[in-house]
């Protein structure tokens, strides 16, 4: 067994709901320091930043009027860029997206030269032309605006940006109406830093039931893309969405609980092949590459209902050496490494203790705030590992820093002791077990 030490907790205020899409770590700025973004259905996008002390945390930059922000990714989204930088892709439930793209400050010069209006005032704190932010290393909250705005299709529910090829971005976005869109980034960055063109349709398609989860994986022989589709009761699909015959390989094992919702990652490196990690209900299973066989069944010991989230842990330099973390709506969170090993414990969420008379069924019972969305992975200066949840009654976001887990497993005394001694331990216990019994029952 292994054992999670105490851990450092930072509380952060957030008004409006947040949907389990519209929260995630990513480097925004190019300085390869993450920062948490978050979109609330009030239409706010707001940026946390974390110096170099992990329980420093602040509001850095904020966007407003953005519509019930459903989605939120990362990524270079500008094709044949001579300097890749990633945008910020925000998507509301009107099918609104809106694109932001934040400068360092080391690039106001450059921006400057190009035809941008300058400040005398060397001591300015922000710089925007044509909706792009240059960003100043000082820590005050800035208001960013959208570099680029377009109206897509209604009810989005997640977004992703892949690379397809060397000349072709692609946003990938799944809908409640059980489809799938792809489309083609014909975004460009102008001589004076606007963004320009448009966003265009490329492909559909259309599964048979919810979709609940997507998510991508470049494949290693060539530079093309799986989507790997997760649906209510066990279902998992992948497919390349660019081929010419789309060829659609599904899971037809299905022992999940009819209602149990299901979320898909694909795992690479976890065994000597690229996996794939379903869960459902209380347990968690690992299908081979072909989604035929079920390599094993990783149990979780508590009924987790509808989870808020799957994710893959960062890789390290040891490919073998990964995890996946899962939350639940009631905060339980596990860890599971490549050996089946699970660490399950309870973050430090606030909760309320209510007391009652002696006949009071609901005597000593603890509330604890429901988790409505859930993210892991390396924040802030110090590249900390952290939990992060956002509950769902007090518009709390709970950062869970500093977790140390130790080496310590159990092992099996039958695969540790040879053969030979193993069979005399258990001889010895058999000959006292039945002088016990002779005690404690003779036979007269």
Known sequence: MSFVSP????TLDCTGNVLPNAMLLADVDSTKINKLLVGTQEGELLIFKS??????????????????????????LVPKANEPRPIICVVNAEGAIHLFLLRPNTQRSRVRSAGGTANNNRNDSKFQLYGITTLSNDDEQQQIQPAFSQQLICNPKVLLIQDFHETEKQLIISYNDRTIRIFTSMIIEEYDGRLSGRILLKHIFNVADQIHTLSSRQMH???DYELIVSQPGGNLLRFNPNEESVRIVASDITNHTATGWTEAIALDGFFDDTVYATICHDHIDIFSSQLNKILSTIPLSVTTGHLC??????????????????????????????HSNVIRFRPPLSSNTVFGSGSDSMT?????????????????????????YVLTHNDKIIIVHSIEISSTRTTNLLTTLPKTISDEKFKDAQSISEQLKDLLHPHY
């Open 51 to 76: 110096n170099r002390n992990p329980n420093d945390v602040q509001l850095w930059r904020r966007a407003q009027g953005l519509g019930f922000i459903t989605a939120i990714t990362v990524g270079f």
């Open 309 to 338: 989230g799957l994710r893959q842990l960062p890789a390290t330099k040891d490919k073998y050496n990964q995890l996946v973390t899962i939350s639940s709506v009631d905060g339980d969170t596990f860890i599971i490494d490549r």
């Open 364 to 388: 000593h019972s603890h509330f604890f705030d429901q988790i409505q969305a859930f993210t892991s992975g390396l924040f802030g200066d110090n590249n900390t590992f952290c939990f992060i």
């Open 221 to 223: 022989a060539s530079k």
């Open 7 to 10: 851990v450092n907790t930072v």
